[in-house]
Every structure is written in C-alpha cells, then in structure tokens.
C-alpha cells in the first residue's frame, strides 16, 4: 500500500477536501487575514502615527488575538466536521480501516486545512506587511504562526474528543465547547489572578506558574510570546514561571511539554472513545 | 457467515435485543422482520461492528471474527437506515473515496454509477441529490467492494420503482453468486421476493424463523377457494368436511378455508356429489396478515 493510498491518507484528504469547501474555513482565513491586517494598520494609530507596524509588532499585537480566535475556531469547525450525520458516520466506520486510523485521518485533514487558512490569512497580511515594513522581525512572525498552529492542534483534539462519543449530538457538543473556550481562553486567567490576590506572594507565584501549565491557551500564548520578545512582554504569572524555571529554557521546555501533553491528550482519550462508542 | 451468539445490546435501562442466537449461512438472504422498535437495526448494527454486545458477541465471515474487528468487516458492505453523505461532495467523489478505502478497482466506480442510475449525476454535488438519489448512492457505495455478505437496513425504502427492479436484480445477482445477506424491511414484497428465510424480532426476542418452504406452507395453510356451483347436493358440505374441516356455505357460495394441496380433493367431491362449478376463485394466505398474526401472539 502506497503512502497516498494509506486509510489515514485517504481520511486526511477527504477531510481536508470537504473543509477547504466549507464557508467557515473560508471565512475564517479571510477574518484572519483581516484582523492582521488591521492590528498591523492600526499599531501606530494610539501613538498619533501611521503605516504598518513591522512583523515583530504585528506578532506581539496579535497574540492575544490568536489565542481568542484560533481555539474558538478549531473546535467549532472541528466539531461541525466530526460530529456529521449518523448515516455518514456509520458508513464511514462500517469499512474495514481501524476506528482510530479514520478519527486520526480526519482530525489531520482538519489541522491541515485550518493550518492552510491560516497560513493564507497570516501571508496575506505578511505580503502588504513585507511592502510596507520590510522584513525586520520576520522569524516572530512564524512564532506567532507557530503557535497557532499549536492552539489548533490542541483544540482540535479537545473537538475530535467531544465529538467522538457515538449518540453525542452536535448541539451538545458545540455548546460544551463553547464553555471549554470561555472556560480555557477568558475565565480561567480571571478567576485565577483574582486567586492569586488572596494569597501571600509564594502560594499565589505557585498557582500562576500551575495556571500557566495547566491551561493549554495560557501555556500557548506564554510560549509564542517567550519567543517572540523574550520575557519583556511577560504578565504576572508568565514572570512567576519564569522564576520557578530560573531562566527562559526551563520555561521554553516546560510550555513544550504542556503544548504537547495538550496536543496528545485529547487525541488519546478521542481515540479511546471512538473505539468504545456505539455509532 | 453471521453468526448471534447470545447477542444482547441495551441502551441505559432499555434492552434493545435480548439474548439472540441464530446464524446466517453463505448464500443464504435473511429478512429480518419486526414491528418499529423490535431491535432489527440493532442487530444489524451488531453485524456492521458498530455497536459494542451488551451481552454475547457477533462473529462474521470464515474463520468467524468478533464483528468489531477491522477484519471482520473485510467482509461486509453496510447501508445504514439513513443514508446521508457530505453534501459538499459529489457523487463520484463520495464512490472513490470508498473505492480507495475498499481497495476495488478502479473500474467498479462506473461499474456501480451505472447500478444506481446515477451516471448524469455523479458529478453533481449530492446537495443537490433527492432522498431517492442519496438511497441509490448508498446502495452504490455498498456494492463497490465484491463484500461476501451484504447488511442492508431497509434498502428499498426510498427507491422508485426503476430503482427498486435495479436492486432486486442485484440482490438476486449476488445471492445466486453465494453472497450472503442480511436485511431488515417493513417491505413485505421485499421479503416475499428476495428471503430465503425471514427472522422476526418482538421487542427486541426472536420469535419466528420460518424459511421460504415453511412461509409458503403457512401462507397457504390460510389461504382457501370459493366456489358457486350450480345443483349442489344438500350432502356436500358434510361429504367434505373430512378433507376442508372449516368448509361452509356463505349465501350461495361454498367457501373452503385450507392449503392449497386439499383443493384438488375437495374439487373431485363437488364433481361427485353431481354438482358443477360456475365459478371457483382461490386466494393465497397473505404474508402481511400472518406477519400481523405472529407479532401479536408475541406480544406481551
């Protein structure tokens, strides 16, 4: 059997064909594009400047913005893909390929469309950006899209694992994802610093550094932005990492590790339920 | 080929399918039958290896194999109940998907387009597809693979009459080639024309498996004849009833309940009590009043 011809192949390109027809991944490449467009355009605009900022601002300034946008969008499009209708998906995994090869197939397909619009959506952007601001800080740039591609990966899996239970129906799904994302990208760094104002400096330095591992959109948009600008654009709890690591390379290692338990562990438990599930 | 062995599967506290054991041989095309709830997709589904036996297991094809095995299912070509593919995708894209999943030649896609009556459609987006279309495109994708056993939940449910003669050809095509298959129909004329035995389902239990010959004996065990006759003898009924126990006269006509093997009988004793047949019409038991008829003495 042929690399082309192998079931996960065969799962990734249908998935990836069926997502670069789907208006939400168009619409996302073009928001995307857009916004960074925008953040670029607009960087100098508090200052009472004008014209694009270069890559490095562009990058710093849409941080933030990826860590909110990109989660959210994985696992809406994720979980509209993977939770299709019964009769498709009992098709699907009526054929004799492994359950996992197909829900690994299609999730790799996912990635690589939503890596795709991003990457049209960010290189347009780094076109004009290019024109008008040249190339300085171009390597933060790929950090950043980097770290989108991370925050993909992480919460496609966190879709493929929501959506893999066979009776779960898409409603449901979207609408705990929906609280995973509010839960994981803007209520769990507020109710964490808000913690952390009620305990003495050492216990609240430990629960900023734990939050900061535990939660995979913190853990992303600490380590893009450690790459980006070293610990200059560092908040509180980024700091508080970096002095339990003693440095940025026990930081660097330890937002890896996160990233990558995080890319893992939802897929591991997707794939086990798959396997479980009556369809 | 398919074999239940103790087969159970519950959903939370509702037992879909309680302890069922019969098997499904080569060659052989099983009906299963049973009222809306009865477990026939369930067991279907057991057969697909997409459900997990709550109790027993599903072996498939020879050597037999847990039907939730990835080799097991080598052997089988599913058609869910709904039918529902991509909307996004075309007809031709959807069968070479499948056919590249299956690893069938590349040649059986056109093969199978033409089945299904779907060659000026295959490469229209199947949102554009009516109910009929999507069911035929299943269909399509069910026979792309040379599967020895085919697992067909209500196929016939959206086919126009065209379709419905393509596919019992098919069937029949497949089954004289020794494939096996295993189908659930609220269809009784799919039964009648393609089973070789039917399995029927109450709430979830076994209640009958009749084949084709016992179906035939039980269908004409009630059918019957009647019969106007001209000058018949005050004696007939009684010189009869030996042979047509439930033989009676309604108005001016002489109705003679019974399979089909005592009519000649019973016409050779109307000729020798002296009377002669004006006009004589028989009837064949019907399936759907003696489905009616097993359902209800299985019901609770």
Known sequence: ?279 | MIRFEEFGKSFGPRAAVTSLTCSVEAGEAVALLGPNGSGKTTTLKGAAGLIRPTTGRVRIGAPPRDARLPEARRTISYLPQKVAFPEALTGREVLEFYRALRGAAPGRVPDVLKFASLNGASNRGIASYSGGMVQRLGLAVALLPDAPILLLDEPTAALDPDGLCAFYGLVEKRRSEGHTVLFTSHQLGDVERLADRLLLLVEGRLVASLTQGELAERLAERGGMRLRLDRPAPGLLAAIRPVAPRATWAGEELVVPGPAKDRPRVLDLVRESGASIVNLVATEGRLDVLYRELVSEDRP
């Open chain 1, 1 to 279: 059997m042929s690399f082309g011809s192998s079931p996960v192949v065969l799962c990734a390109r249908q998935e990836l064909l069926l997502a670069a027809r789907s208006r939400w991944t168009q619409i996302f490449a073009a928001v995307f594009g857009a916004l960074a467009l925008a953040v670029a355009a607009s960087g100098y605009v508090l200052s009472g400047g004008g014209g694009i900022e270069d890559y490095a601002r562009t990058a710093t300034s849409l941080a933030s913005l990826v860590i909110l946008l990109v989660p959210v969008t994985a696992l809406v499009i994720g979980i509209l893909a993977l939770s299709s209708d019964r009769g498709a998906t009992e098709i699907l995994y009526s054929q004799p390929v492994a359950r996992r090869t197909i829900l690994l197939g299609r999730v790799l397909g996912l990635f690589v469309a939503l890596a795709a619009a991003q990457a049209i959506g960010l290189g347009g952007a780094g076109l004009v950006i290019f024109w008008r601001a040249g190339s300085s800080g171009l390597s933060a740039y790929g950090i950043l899209f980097a770290g989108a591609l991370a925050a993909t990966a992480i919460f496609l899996g966190i879709a493929a694992l929501l959506a893999s239970g066979g009776s779960v129906r898409r409603s449901r799904a979207l609408a705990i994802a929906l609280i995973v994302w509010f839960g994981a990208v803007i209520l769990f760094d507020v109710a964490v610093l808000a913690a952390a104002t009620l305990l003495t400096s050492g216990p609240a330095s430990r629960l900023l550094v734990t939050a900061v591992l535990v939660n995979p959109a913190d853990a992303v948009r600490t380590a893009t932005l450690l790459g980006i600008h070293g610990t200059t654009a560092f908040g509180a709890a980024s700091l508080a990492l970096l002095r339990f690591t003693r440095g940025p390379v026990g930081a660097a290692l330890l937002l890896g590790a996160s990233t990558l338990f995080w890319i893992l562990a939802p897929l591991a438990l997707a794939v086990r339920r798959i396997e479980r599930a009556d369809l």
